[in-house]
């Protein structure tokens, strides 16, 4: 249940996220972005875009939830902290395997910019933090 | 000259003619080939990507020896050697012109170079333009050129990927189209000089990929192609300062299936005359003026990548009312169509073992 959270919660915030960088983009570029469309394109990219966003995470949650269970054996850092940061260097490491693999020089437009990739592991962060909860929650 | 003694039905769309044809293999063991030109002794010239020019004999025979005195060229995924273009004097000067990417994975772009070709070489190389600036990586190059008949020339660029909101700068060069004069120097009216924040090569800029122009000089048309992101890929009709909108309007998504823009026309932005969508992946461009394929007169030709195709667009007052998928038989990616001398198609396909195949009518 924690990792199906975790999935949910990166996945859809990062769709949310790129999103809003690809428009903020567009209106440096001089583009009224309403808010209707702001939300149209928010919703369109969580149906063309989050899918496969979603593929990404699978693999990168499923990778690093275990090591950092693992880890715990030897790094003494609270659950609300391993978690997060394990999900965000999972998923970092998913970009730069995507990155190297892909035709393109970068596969997620938003993570063209740091800012763009931070924000994009933040959600990965915040996903971690709900498996993190959610498994207090069962432990407790 | 092998023959693949085909005789082929062209597949039709409503309303279209029966075109019959025949494919014959004029060359193979190109690699990448990209471009080709046509000689005035009957024989051609063809680019391979990882930076090579192959003399094709008047007799058909692919010489083994690469043409000397290329320039150095980038080769890495998109990058390498990309066009030959015969200079419009090149029975009097063999002068010849070499689009390219130069560089490295850091910092590379188009370059275009001049250089004279004796028969057996190229000699007096110089280069005539590089795009500005450097860009990482190796996508999104354009390369392609045309000659006006004000004795200019109009090449192509791309946006370089990552770029791509810099296809609305005029401060640089990516995603748009520059024209030159033919020793390289800026056109006295070029439509962005005058703009101080404008590069004065500039033609037409909000550009993605542009793999393919046409010069109509019947209609004084200049007619390009260029590929969308997944979906999206157009044919337009440039007017010169005239801004093509990309990437604030497309009617393409991003390859993750994400929105690049909410919008597919503006009213600022030049919409296209025609978008594919799903992408065909356009790459060469041809319009067919002979006498070997009447019904194909005045009609355009888009070669095609992930198509695996030629699309034929039939026009009417330049507006393109049918379309028709031809050589799918093939099999291959199709980097380049052209019409011969002798009014026959020349296709080239884009394939490590590639070939330069020759399309005549079947009887």
Request: glycine share 10%; charged share 20%.
């Amino acid at each position: 249940m924690g990792f199906v959270l975790a999935l949910l919660v990166t996945t859809l915030s990062g769709s949310l996220i790129q999103t809003q960088f690809n428009l903020a983009a567009l209106a440096a570029l001089g583009a009224e972005i309403s808010l209707s469309t702001r939300l149209t394109t928010s919703l369109q990219d969580l149906l063309g875009f989050a899918p496969l966003y979603a593929g990404m995470v699978v693999l990168s949650l499923a990778a690093s939830i275990p090591l950092a269970a693992l880890s715990r054996r030897w790094l003494a850092l609270p659950p609300a902290l391993l978690y997060p940061l394990a999900a965000a260097l999972g998923l970092w490491l998913a970009l730069l395997v995507a990155d190297t693999l892909a035709p393109m020089p970068t596969l997620i437009a938003a993570t063209r910019s740091l800012s763009g990739t931070l924000a994009m592991l933040g959600g990965a962060a915040l996903g971690g933090l709900v498996y993190a909860c959610c498994r207090a929650g069962r432990t407790s | 000259m092998k023959r693949l003694s085909i005789w082929l039905a062209a597949p039709l769309l409503a309303g279209l003619a029966h075109a019959d044809y025949r494919l014959e293999t004029v060359a193979e063991g190109l690699e990448h080939p990209w471009s080709l030109a046509f000689l005035p002794d009957g024989g051609m010239l063809v680019t391979e990507r990882p930076g090579r020019l192959r003399l094709v004999d008047a007799d058909g025979a692919l010489r083994e020896a690469p043409v000397a005195g290329v320039p150095e060229v980038f080769a890495e995924a998109q990058a390498g050697l990309f066009e030959v273009m015969l200079a419009p004097d090149f029975a009097d000067s063999g002068l010849l012109y070499l689009s390219y990417a130069y560089g490295d994975i850091t910092a590379n772009n188009t370059c275009l170079g001049r250089a004279r070709f004796n028969g057996e070489g190229l000699s007096g190389g110089e280069v005539l333009f590089c795009a500005s600036p450097a860009k990482r990586g190796a996508a999104h190059y354009g390369g392609r050129m045309a000659l006006l008949p004000d004795d200019t020339l109009v090449l192509t660029l791309g946006d370089g990927f990552d770029y791509r909101e810099q296809a609305q700068n005029a401060g640089n060069h990516l995603g748009s189209l520059v024209r030159l004069s033919l020793d390289g120097r800026v056109p006295d009216d070029n439509p962005f000089l005058g703009d101080d924040r404008a590069r004065p090569e500039l033609y037409s800029i909000g550009h993605r990929n542009v793999q393919g122009i046409v010069y109509d000089d019947q209609r004084d048309e200049l007619l390009i192609n260029e590929h969308g992101p997944r979906g999206g890929d157009e044919l337009n009709r440039i007017q010169p300062g005239a801004n093509y909108g990309w990437p604030l309007t497309t009617h393409g998504v991003d390859y993750t299936g994400a929105r690049i823009t909410p919008f597919r026309e503006l009213p600022a932005f030049t919409p296209p005359l025609l978008h594919w969508t799903p992408s065909i992946a356009p790459s060469g461009m041809a319009l067919y003026r002979g006498d070997a394929f009447p019904d194909w007169q005045g009609d355009l030709f888009v070669s095609a990548l992930a198509g695996q195709q030629v699309r034929r667009l039939i026009r009417d007052e330049g507006r393109v009312v049918d379309q028709q998928v031809l050589f799918e038989e093939l099999g291959a990616r199709i980097r380049d169509v052209r019409v011969g001398p002798d009014g026959y198609l020349y296709l080239l396909t884009d394939h490590a073992d590639g070939a330069l195949i020759r399309v005549v009518p079947a009887s």
